[in-house]
């Protein structure tokens, strides 16, 4: 009786095992489709890089966007998603593509979108918590494919980008960040803006970069 117990246990741990391997590789196959390759600008690079932290943390809500805008300026999006697990996965998946729309063909500052897509995540019932930087590269209006850019960017409570320079020394682009999406949808946000000269690479990150459990965040930056 002991034996056949067991037997059947050991079944059904089976069973559960691979149902949720099954769950777990459907919903990574739905979040690989939904990032995106970036796009291929004539006075930019773009590159991205998506791993898990932990095995087995395939799926969670930490998600890039990278695509031009009809007027040849290219929007950077990054993002967190509170949670780790199929749910997060699926808030992601909706606010990325409420942020894509609702920048595409808007030339309002970064500032103003987030705030427009604050308001229709709260309207169409999209209840979730995130960070997220929204950001705009654009060229000066009279200047040539290779001269300098404006970065303009808002920071909905994320991480700071950090700006490389071509002698290897960095920047943290920190400024006070506001409040992250979710909590007030009418809370005030605002820009920042700075140059990008030939040879800059702007860094874009989550926190799963720099944050450990044996280290404070500063050290992390750092």
């Known amino acids: 009786t002991d034996r056949l117990a067991a037997r059947r246990q050991a079944d059904e741990l089976r069973r559960v095992t691979a149902r949720a391997a099954e769950q777990r590789a ?6 690989q489709a939904l990032l995106t390759p970036p796009p291929e600008p004539d006075h930019l690079q773009v590159a991205v890089r998506y791993r898990p932290a932990a095995h087995g943390a395939q799926v969670g809500g ?6 031009l805008q009809p007027d040849g300026a290219t929007m ?6 509170v949670g780790h697990d199929s749910d997060a996965a699926a808030a992601m998946g909706q606010l990325r593509g409420l ?8 030339e309002e500052p970064p500032s103003a979108t987030l705030s427009r897509a604050e308001h229709v995540a709260r309207g169409l019932a999209v209840s979730t918590l995130a960070t997220v930087v929204l950001a705009r590269i654009e060229r000066h209006p009279d200047v040539a494919v290779a001269g300098t850019r404006v970065l303009r ?13 071509p002698d290897g020394t960095t920047s943290l682009l920190a400024t006070r ?11 005030p946000r605002a820009d920042h803006t700075t140059e990008l000269d030939d040879g800059y690479t702007l860094l874009l990150v989550t926190d799963g970069l720099v944050e450990r459990r044996d280290a404070d965040l500063d050290a992390g930056l750092a």
């Open 26 to 31: 459907l919903s990574d196959r739905l979040q």
């Open 153 to 165: 960017w808002s920071n909905a409570g994320h991480l700071p980008p950090v700006l490389l320079a």
């Open 62 to 67: 930490d998600w890039y966007d990278a695509f």
């Open 76 to 81: 950077l999006v990054i993002g967190d998603v």
């Open 99 to 106: 942020l894509r729309v609702l920048a595409y063909d808007n």
């Open 177 to 187: 960040p506001d409040l992250m999406l979710g909590i007030d949808a009418d809370a």
